[in-house]
């Protein structure tokens, strides 16, 4: 069996990014997003999927509508989570700088099927439980 090692930072910072872009439906491990970020993080395609479920039991745009992602939230996902919810401007900036940790710039030729760093769709919030 593989050692578990804990999410850093950065790939919690990107995990919630993905988080608030990938409908709470299509968090599965052949999710070409997910697959992709996962090789970045180094993180398999399974976890990253197990984590953005985990996230989900923390949102209660999910949790309203009956829906409980799974239950191994960890601390860290709580207080990135809080984090979040009480400042998201800076919250954007820490996700931008864990991007640049991965060398995902506006202007890097970082191809990441399916993924654009401008994202225009936010599936935060409410949009989150309709687009299931």
């Known amino acids: 069996m593989a050692e578990?090692?804990?999410?850093?930072?950065?790939?919690?910072?990107?995990a919630?990014?993905?988080?608030?872009?990938?409908?709470?439906?299509?968090?599965?491990?052949t999710n070409p997003e997910i697959v992709q970020f996962g090789k970045?993080?180094?993180r398999t395609p399974s976890a990253l999927a197990m984590k953005l479920s985990n996230i989900a039991s923390?949102?209660?745009?999910?949790?309203?509508?009956?829906r409980?992602?799974?239950?191994?939230?960890?601390?860290?996902?709580?207080?990135m989570w809080e984090e979040m919810q009480s400042s998201w401007d800076l919250f954007?900036?820490?996700?931008?700088?864990?991007?640049n940790s991965y060398g995902?710039?506006?202007?890097?030729?970082?191809?990441?099927?399916?993924?654009?760093?401008?994202?225009?769709v936010d599936y935060t919030g409410s949009n989150k439980a309709v687009q299931s």
């Not at 919630?16 to 968090?27: E, N, S, T, V, W």
């Open 92 to 99: 954007v900036t820490e996700i931008q700088r864990a991007e």
């Open 58 to 66: 923390l949102d209660p745009a999910i949790t309203s509508t009956g």
């Open 4 to 14: 578990r090692t804990n999410w850093t930072r950065q790939q919690l910072l990107l």
């Open 68 to 79: 409980k992602g799974l239950t191994g939230a960890s601390s860290a996902d709580k207080a």
């Open 104 to 120: 995902i710039t506006e202007d890097s030729n970082t191809e990441i099927e399916g993924y654009s760093q401008n994202k225009t």
């Open 40 to 42: 970045i993080m180094g």
């Open 16 to 29: 919630f990014k993905l988080y608030c872009q990938i409908p709470f439906g299509k968090f599965h491990s």
